[in-house]
């Protein structure tokens, strides 16, 4: 066990939004715990790019939808690096699919992890913080305000992840520990890139008033700072990091 100042949990951090963040937490000098369920080579990769740049990282496997494995991971931090000081609710599932499409699978998976795993998560790490309290910030999206057709399922996940933001940030309070959400607009992951027609993405920057398409650095930067003690006076806020677009 290293004796670190300060332990970021990164859920799903094996690839897109949650690996940039992983690596941003690793370059403001938090030990890293970097999740993923089945992706273990793009998580060890992670972690050994963090290693390698002189950080603290490990790698670990939990399904957080399952109470039980979120546990797991947030004991795995406590053995690694000693402490848990911030949580960043990262995992998520998005799967368009018209209303008339919408069966039973489609609902629960994405429930499953974009709600409950956010919940078991965060009720894991709560019980490990310190006296000092803690940090949780969940990744919503621009979408839990502005639902878009075909995104019923996913974007009430996300109107959900913001009612849960609000509703932990009040409960927790007392504990010192802080809730926040980041909303990100459509954000260029190498997934997203592949996945994305050039006109889809030409009507999106003409939709934002920044004028370009969201990066990962985009997002991690502000979930950073919403980790950081700059940040000690908000919580329960949902933050759009979206270049306007809304
Ligand atoms: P992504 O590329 O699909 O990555 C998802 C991550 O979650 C992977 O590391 C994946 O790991 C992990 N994961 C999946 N199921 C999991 C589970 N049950 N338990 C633990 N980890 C799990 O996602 P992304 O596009 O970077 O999005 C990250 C977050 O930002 C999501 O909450 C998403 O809703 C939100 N968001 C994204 C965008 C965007 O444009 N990219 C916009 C708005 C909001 P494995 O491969 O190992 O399963």
Known sequence: MQDLTKVAV????????????????AAQDFAVLVNYKTSKDEADAV????????????????????????????DFAISEFGRVDVLVNNAGLAVGRPLIEIDTDHVNAQTA???????FASKHATLAFGDAGGAI??????QGVSPIPGGAVYCATKAAV????????VELGPRKIRVNAVAPGLTMT???IAKIPEEAKQEIIKDTPLGRLGTPEDV??????????AARWITGQVIAASGGYQ
Do not use: Q
């Open 10 to 25: 990164v859920t799903g951090a094996s690839r897109g939004i949650g690996a940039v963040i992983a690596r941003h937490f």
């Open 190 to 192: 190498d997934k997203m």
């Open 47 to 74: 972690v050994a790019d963090i290693i390698r740049t002189g950080g603290y990282a490990a790698s670990f496997e939990a399904d957080v939808t399952s109470d039980s494995e979120a546990k797991g991971l947030i």
């Open 113 to 119: 992890l974009n709600i409950a795993g956010v919940l």
């Open 137 to 142: 910030i969940n990744i919503s999206s621009v």
């Open 220 to 229: 991690a930067e502000v979930v950073g700072f919403l980790a950081s003690d």
């Open 162 to 169: 913001n009612a849960i933001t609000v509703s932990l940030a």
